[in-house]
């Protein structure tokens, strides 16, 4: 391939879609409606800061439209750019307690979205990354519209996980479990173009380290002394880590993946099951990082393996390379009890 060769998303899915010849085309309708909705998610996270400039009155803006708090207005966008298209059976998002079904209007596809339309929302004010991050899985029950138990898979049965990240440049990072492929959105005509193909967590790793230390009197023992340790006050004397943390999940893990490292978002007693969501936050990125060499664990086994029993369960996350998240679980396990 010409090394001047820009390659839009669209042909990236098309090629990868030539690779399985049982494929039906579905799965790239899926994704590039999702690289629509992320354009128009970006336009508006984008001009965010500029709403009160241009005179929006109360809830109105200068169009007299209403004005939508943006995790709101990222999750319409979503929906109305999936809904139709007869590709999905059903989808989960963050924003929904229950299953969301497709209009009876619209056929319905094979296919599962579950997505945190807007994450890291409450950063928009202060002009920090924020993202969004789906899964994508196979419909199971036979016939008719999705189930629940359609939305229940483990990691394992993940066809396609992904994110966008809506920073300094926008980027659409997915993998369907043939490597991860990053897509940086050039405004200029309005197209992911294919700028970071099979991105590998970099060996050896940055000795970065991303958690909220702010909490570690709420940690159990384990977690204490494992950060610690990275921050070279260990007895085992390592040499000390470098601390980045955002509190935004799709900016510090974009950082993770690009650069290596360990993120963690421990469970504490404030959140004894941990804060981030198993099905739209950790299990997508958990995909991507193990597609890039790394690991992803709930801090005792792997987060791919977790079957879940609730949409919205929230799950303790350590993801990055995978020396880290050994180190970390082994911590873990010598004490696991969090304080009384
Ligand atoms: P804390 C953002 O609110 C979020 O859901 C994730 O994006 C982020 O990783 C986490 O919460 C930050 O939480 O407790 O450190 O503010």
């Known amino acids: 391939m010409a090394e001047s060769a820009v390659i839009t998303i669209d042909r990236h899915i098309m ?7 049982e494929a039906t085309g579905r799965l790239s309708n899926i994704l590039t409606d999702l690289g629509l909705a ?32 943006l995790d709101v207005f990222a999750q319409e966008v979503i929906y109305n750019a999936m809904d139709h298209g007869g590709n999905l059976c059903c989808m989960v998002s963050e924003e929904h307690e229950d299953v969301i079904p497709i209009p009876e209007e619209f056929p319905a596809g094979d296919y599962v979205l579950v997505f945190d339309p807007l994450d890291g929302s409450s950063n928009i004010d202060v002009n920090v990354s924020i993202g969004t991050i789906f899964s994508i899985y196979r419909k199971l029950s036979s016939g008719g519209r999705g189930t629940r138990e359609d939305c229940l898979q483990p990691g394992r049965a993940l066809v396609v996980g992904g994110y966008v990240v809506y920073g300094s440049s926008t980027m659409l990072v997915y993998s369907s479990g043939a490597g991860v492929h990053g897509f940086t959105l050039d405004p200029s005509i309005g197209e992911f173009l294919l700028s970071h193909p099979n991105i590998r967590l970099p060996e050896p790793p940055q000795r970065y380290y991303s958690v909220n230390e702010a909490y570690y009197q709420r940690w159990s023992l384990g977690q204490r002394r494992l950060v610690d340790t990275l921050k070279g006050m260990g007895d085992k004397g390592t040499k000390p880590f470098r601390s980045r943390y955002i509190g935004s999940l799709v900016a510090d893990f974009h950082r993770t993946l690009l650069k290596g490292g360990i993120f963690m978002y421990p469970r504490d007693t404030a959140s004894p099951r941990g804060k981030l969501r198993l099905l739209y936050e950790a299990v997508p990125m958990a995909l991507i990082c193990e597609q890039a060499g790394g690991r992803a664990s709930d801090g005792e086994g792997d987060i791919l393996d977790i079957v879940p029993t609730d949409l919205h369960q929230r799950t303790p996350l350590y993801l990055g390379s995978r020396e880290f998240v050994d180190m970390a679980e082994e911590f873990l396990r010598e004490a696991p009890d969090l304080p009384g």
Not at 15 to 21: A, L, M, Q, T, V
């Open 38 to 69: 992320a354009k128009l998610i970006q336009r508006e996270v984008a001009k965010a800061g500029l709403v009160d400039i241009l005179g929006r009155a109360g809830r109105e803006n200068v169009q007299g439209e209403d004005v939508q708090k």
């Open 15 to 21: 090629e990868e879609e030539r690779k399985h010849p």
